[in-house]
């Protein structure tokens, strides 16, 4: 199994800049199969949404709302995972999860990290 530790999260005013880090750990093996990493969130009363997500080649997808803004990127170690995040508006509040899934269907999940823009 592989477990996930998001951090990084917090209260930061608007404009500001929050660095989410995502480090997985466990069975190595499960580690070096995972072929897809993304972060979501999830504000209140909403439901949760892809904000970026990386492939293990290195391709990048991300939301309408945070282009720009968010930048997804691994470590150089295949366990860790990063979202960079710059001019953070309100809307931006959530909590925050770590996703990394393999080829043949298995998907693991972080704990979440609050981020809430306010000022």
């Known amino acids: 199994q592989v477990q996930l530790v998001e951090s990084g999260g917090g209260l930061v005013q608007p404009g500001g800049s929050l660095r989410l880090s995502c480090a997985a750990s466990?069975?190595?093996?499960?580690?070096?199969?995972?072929?897809?990493m993304g972060w979501y969130r999830q504000a209140p009363g909403k439901q949760r949404e892809l904000v970026a997500g990386i492939t293990s080649g290195g391709s990048t997808n991300y939301a309408d709302s945070v282009k720009g803004r968010f930048t997804i990127s691994r470590g150089n170690a295949k366990n860790t995972l990063y979202l960079q995040m710059n001019s953070l508006i309100p809307e931006d509040t959530a909590v925050y999860y770590c996703?990394?899934?393999?080829?043949?269907?298995?998907?693991?999940w972080g704990q979440g990290t609050q981020v809430t823009v306010s000022s």
């Open positions: 466990g069975n190595i093996f499960n580690i070096n199969a995972i072929n897809a």
């Open positions: 996703r990394m899934s393999d080829a043949v269907g298995n998907t693991y």
